[in-house]
């Protein structure tokens, strides 16, 4: 437990009265029980020298500890940036979440992340006290466990969605986790409501404070009609993945620091992808706290953070799709690009069989290389833009998914005509998922803050580091600035 980010002594409290906000921080192993559980869990605590803390639940499987049945450690909020002392650890997580480590294991792992094996289980032991096939276990069994829980898929389905491949290995993982069969472990479950065919309801917790209604806002206010919805409090979009249509629509739970996600897609194999992009798209395993500590040492900022403790980064469904309304965003309002992205959708999308007013599927980039887009009324210059990008999207030299050379990504990005700085460092912002990147260029940015040059701006906010993204946001948010995407 050397390797503990947090102070014991933090973690103790945090136990002791059950704090939300440590919530996937670290996890408690109960000595007696042989259970490990989230930092909330309901059951009698335990005296502290009946417990010892694992900064990931990975570390307490790998030490010998299931995972507990009343807390379900599978729902706590993933593992935070404030790895950031990483940034190698946080992005091969990401490359785990997006793809396991079915392709090749640790060594093609650590090869796309330019290091060696060897160091990248190294990394991974002093992050997370648990090496990387460990943690990519852990994520399988967790997400077949929620699989199991929260919906009415057949057990052969819970294996193949969780990427176990046969049900003998899945059962046998299961069994061996929980010491109960998937069919027990579902009847322990709350009684599920039965949905419709190829439908399904999922809980992601948060750690609070979240503020969901700035997330919405933001969301709406640049939402592509027919594409996105927001309406009710909820937010929609339409799914297009491996030839097959769908939605997914996200609002806040009636439970605390819960968002409800409700997903329809008919290949559950999928569930894991999409989830785990909705997870990046809502900020969900951002950890409030460094960041708040340090962007409050801005008296400009300080009393945002107060009045809107919790703001989040607001991801995208789909890189291509961010980075296209980036460009249609340059030189125009915010109303001024919607409606481009209106005409653009309609011109060219795919009219899309979901329900909700969501007619359209975004263009595809294959599409929109040889369209012909000064038809929807937009300027020379930024039709070529978005051409080229489609272009180079197709021919594989931009490639959204998987980015593990931020810079060099952004590099190429920025080779493109019509791709300056501002829209490089937006799309890293929303796209990547970038907790330090920054637009300095904004002038909704230079106007909140009251700077009168980027130079100046990009000055001050040095000391925002590592999470100028956040400041921003608040910036946006002051009201002074509106960012132009
Ligand atoms: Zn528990």
């Not at 930092?39 to 694992?54: D, L, R």
């Not at 997903?263 to 785990?276: G, N």
């Not at 107060?306 to 469904?317: F, H, I, N, V």
Request: hydrophobic share 40%; charged share 20%.
């Amino acid at each position: 437990m050397g390797n503990l980010p947090l102070d014991w002594r933090v973690c103790s409290r945090a136990r002791l009265s059950r704090d939300p906000r440590f919530d996937g921080k670290f996890f408690i192993g109960a000595l007696n029980s042989g259970v490990y559980c989230r930092s909330i869990c309901p059951a009698p605590t335990c005296k502290e020298k009946n417990v010892c803390y694992f900064p990931s639940a990975a570390a307490a499987a790998e030490a010998g500890f299931r995972p507990c049945l009343r807390c379900r450690p599978e729902c706590s909020p993933g593992t935070p940036a404030w790895l950031g002392t990483s940034n190698t650890v946080t992005r091969a997580l990401r490359l785990i979440g997006e793809s396991g480590l079915e392709d090749g294991g640790v060594e093609v792992l650590a090869g796309r992340l330019g290091i060696g094996a060897r160091h990248l289980r190294r990394l991974f032991l002093k992050h997370l006290g648990a090496s990387p096939s460990a943690v990519a276990h852990t994520r399988r069994l967790h997400f077949a466990k929620k699989l199991i829980d929260e919906t009415t898929l057949s057990m052969a389905h819970v294996a193949q969605a969780s990427g176990f491949g046969c049900v003998r290995r899945f059962n046998a993982a299961i069994r061996n986790t929980y010491h109960r069969t998937p069919t027990q472990i579902r009847r322990l479950a709350r009684q599920i409501a039965t949905l419709p065919e190829n439908e399904y309801v999922f809980k992601l917790r948060v750690r609070p404070p979240y503020q969901w209604k700035s997330m919405l806002d933001f969301l709406a206010m640049r939402a592509t009609p027919g594409v996105e919805a927001v309406e009710h409090g909820s937010y929609r979009h339409s799914i297009f993945l491996n030839n097959l249509q769908g939605y997914f629509e996200v609002s806040l739970g009636q439970d605390p620091d819960t968002l409800n996600v409700r997903i329809l897609f008919a290949d559950p194999r999928s569930l894991f992808l999409i989830i785990e992009r909705i997870r990046r798209m809502f900020d969900v395993n951002a950890d409030w706290e460094p960041i708040a500590n340090r962007l409050r040492t801005d008296p400009a900022l300080r009393s945002q953070l107060c009045a809107k403790p919790g703001l989040r980064l607001p991801g995208c469904w789909d890189g291509f799709e961010l980075a296209t309304r980036a460009i249609l965003g340059q030189q125009v309002t915010v109303k001024g690009a919607t409606s481009l992205a209106g005409r653009l959708v309609r011109s060219f999308g795919v009219p899309s069989s979901a329900r909700n007013g969501l007619t359209h599927l975004f263009p595809r980039p294959e599409v929109l290389a040889d369209a012909k887009l000064i038809s929807i009324g937009l300027p020379a210059s930024r039709a070529e833009a978005i051409q080229c990008l489609a272009r180079a999207v197709c021919r594989g030299e931009i490639n959204f998914d998987g980015v593990t050379d931020q810079d060099a990504f952004l590099r190429r990005l920025a080779e493109l005509p019509g791709i300056g700085q501002w829209t490089t460092q937006y799309v890293a912002m929303r796209a990547l998922g970038e907790p330090d990147a920054f637009p300095a260029g904004d002038i909704g940015l230079l106007r909140a803050s009251g700077m009168n040059s980027p130079r100046a701006l990009e000055a001050r906010a040095e000391k925002w580091r590592p999470w100028r993204a956040y400041a921003a946001l608040y910036l946006w948010n002051s009201g002074h600035g509106r960012s132009k995407a």
